[in-house]
């Protein structure tokens, strides 16, 4: 069935059961009274399955018409669960009306979307989200944003340029466990900052270099590359094939991903650098080791890297064979600590976690959960909770940290510039090319 037929299709089969047809919220403009914010899908693997999903379709007022993948299977589960949600919320037999789409651009150009929801491997973020801000098509984009600061930055340009709603997909800001410590933070409940220490979750064994394999059936392996080099298949590089539960492969190879160092630090040094206040700015020291294991999977394990601000305030991360995740904010007067995921706090002065925040104070006990705020910021035309400037001034301390740990010695970052001083080797590395334009 062609493209054009299938949406006319669609269009009287949700007028049959009842279900309004899919029309792009400008149509009616902001006051419209739907106010329907239409979201196509770009990536259906585990995170959009265990999260991006299920609360996307929970927003009230948002139609889900579009998922895509490079994955048939993927794409076809996607659907399901799309059109199982909407055949048991509208109380209707067989709702069809979400279509399946093997090509990214077909999304970012179909007119009927309203915004997007990118949930791709890590290196297709930047690709993707450039295109879409071209097209003036709002978006939300999975941590980690970026895979350099360079492209970071050319994503926050092209945004603003562009004028779209976009934000960065992390939930820390929105899970109370985890912003409470920001509010004590900035209210001065611990006294001055002083020190941040971040621990990270370890990483499995690495997998050695594997045989190549053919290229499974229903897989558009070369789409899957994109901007990527090209390199045989083999499934250790990709994701497991026909489930979507486990933790993708790619995740610890450095060409598509940064390891826990980016996949955990999009969080916690989002979180830090919000309780620093410094949000739009960054450190301007950073040093570090880690290990580079000589395999398959090849991001950075196993390290410590130390972060020193311009008002003094000190910040470690740390990963071993053992740890866990956890961020701690040491004061002058006391120290706050979140464990783990949607985490337990504690702290040497345990009074001050029941304080609720005076007149004034900053309070973020009512903050939009990450899905509700990116489709009011689209509805309303308004900054969301976690803007694509911001998320890109997260990402670029794991860069940088990261950078250190390859070239290993102290290195002087400028912020404002977001250059290296003095250090032609590391500013080197701020790039990562997009090396193959065909899917562009």
């Not at 299709?9 to 279900?19: D, E, P, Q, R, V």
């Not at 739009?280 to 398959?296: A, D, I, T």
Request: with cysteine.
């Amino acid at each position: 069935m062609k493209r054009r037929d299938f949406l006319k299709n669609t269009a009287l089969t949700s007028a049959a059961i009842g279900i309004p047809s899919i029309v792009p919220s400008s149509v009616f403009g902001k006051n419209a009274p739907s106010n329907r914010v239409t979201v196509g899908f770009i990536g259906t693997g585990r995170q959009v399955f265990a999260s991006n999903l299920p609360q996307m379709l929970a927003v009230e007022g948002v139609q889900v018409t579009t998922v895509c993948d490079v994955d048939t299977w993927r794409q076809t589960e996607a659907q399901k669960f799309v059109n199982e949600f909407y055949t048991k919320k509208n109380g209707v037999n067989a709702y069809k009306g979400c279509q399946t789409v093997g090509d990214y651009r077909d999304v970012i150009n179909d007119k009927k979307i309203d915004a997007l929801m990118i949930s791709t491997p890590d290196h297709w973020h930047i690709p993707m989200g450039l295109l879409a801000a071209k097209a003036k098509k709002h978006f939300a984009i999975e941590k980690p944003l970026s895979l350099s600061v360079q492209q970071g930055r050319q994503l926050a340009d092209a945004v603003k340029k562009y004028g779209v709603i976009a934000r960065t997909d992390s939930e820390f800001r929105s899970v109370r466990n985890q912003n409470i410590a920001v509010e004590l933070v900035r209210n001065g409940y611990l006294g001055d900052l002083k020190r941040i220490e971040i621990t990270f979750p370890s990483d499995p064994t690495p997998v050695a270099t594997q045989a190549d394999m053919p290229v499974p059936t229903g897989l558009n392996y070369d789409m899957w590359l994109g901007p990527a080099p090209f390199v045989p298949y083999t499934q250790m590089r990709v994701h497991d094939l026909n489930q979507t539960n486990k933790r993708p492969n790619w995740m610890r190879i450095d060409t598509y991903a940064q390891g826990m160092i980016s996949n955990w630090g999009a969080h916690y040094f989002d979180m830090a650098q919000w309780a620093n206040n410094s949000e739009h700015s960054g450190p301007v020291e950073v040093e570090g080791s880690g290990v580079f294991p000589k395999s398959l999977w090849n991001s950075m394990i196993n390290f410590k890297v130390q972060y020193t601000y311009a008002n003094g305030v000190e910040m470690t991360c740390e990963q071993s064979p053992t740890s866990t995740p956890s961020i701690t904010y040491f004061g002058s007067k006391e120290w706050v600590k979140i464990d783990g995921y949607p985490g337990k706090a504690t702290s040497s002065n345990p009074a001050i976690l029941d304080l609720k925040p005076k007149k004034g104070e900053m309070d973020l006990s009512g903050v939009l959960w990450d899905k509700n705020d990116f489709i009011q910021g689209v509805r309303n035309q308004q900054e969301t909770l976690i803007p694509i400037e911001v998320g890109h001034r997260g990402i670029t301390i794991s860069q940088i940290g990261l950078i250190a740990c390859q070239i290993g010695e102290k290195l002087i970052w400028q912020p404002e510039k977001e250059l290296f001083a003095g250090n032609n080797a590391a500013n080197a590395l701020l790039a990562a090319p997009i090396l193959r334009d065909k899917w562009l």
